[in-house]
């Protein structure tokens, strides 16, 4: 059944009215007919299924809200390069990461500018969360610099842990820990010996989660689900 995006989505028996991207895609690209049906997600946790009814109309025909998950991972990241951008962000959909929010390392090649949240990206969650059926799309958070990670994860009062080779293979979480996880990756050369220390010093845990060293998207990845586990 193909899914579609819509942020608003009613109860049984009501019309729904797609985004115009998505209107566009059922009808023009596919050619949705009248008695077809679709399936249909919020961002929010809502999945429901819908009738293409006459007028290119969609009825809600069945809903379900689903229960956010135990564990909420939010995912730090020095972004990585073009399609690679991409690439992470479908997959963060497909895990069910919570937020991302990139963060400007001393080594960071890419390098948004602050506060921004490209469109694209957006888009990506989208896509990716349609692939997926994932109900929940993780919310795109404003790119900050490094120094600012600390009042960030803070303030989410996160168990924090940060990539680095230097760290342990066999740390796991707790498993009274179920609020939130902070996950930090840096970016391809690495944190540098000074963000290191900071993060060693504000109580963050290193994490080694691999033999080899890893592309950004890889690590975000890797790492993201060894820490979320069966609570994911």
Known sequence: MRCFFCE????????????????????????????????????KGVIA???????RKLIVIGREEMQEPA?????????PRHNRMDQLLTQCCEIGVWSITFIITDHSVVRPEEGAVSEKWKLHLVEG???????????????????????????????????????????????D?????????????????????????AGFTPLRIGRWVMRIETAAIAGAVHLMGDKC
């Open 8 to 43: 608003d989505i009613g109860l049984e028996n009501t019309t729904v009215d797609l985004p115009e991207r998505e209107e566009r895609h059922l009808f023009n690209t596919l050619r949705g007919r009248t008695g077809d049906t679709v399936q249909l997600i919020d961002g």
């Open 49 to 55: 299924t819908a009738k293409v009814a006459d007028g």
């Open 71 to 79: 564990r909420k991972l939010h995912l730090f990241v020095s972004p």
């Open 129 to 175: 969360c349609k692939q997926s059926k994932n109900p929940f799309k993780p919310a795109l958070r404003a790119a900050i610099p490094f120094s600012g990670l600390f009042d960030e994860i803070g303030g989410m009062g996160c168990k924090a842990f940060y990539g680095s080779v230097n760290g342990s293979s066999s740390d796991r979480m707790p498993a």
């Open 177 to 201: 820990v179920d609020s939130g996880i902070a996950w930090i990756v840096g970016p391809e050369g690495g944190f540098s010996d000074a963000e290191e220390h900071a993060m060693e010093q």
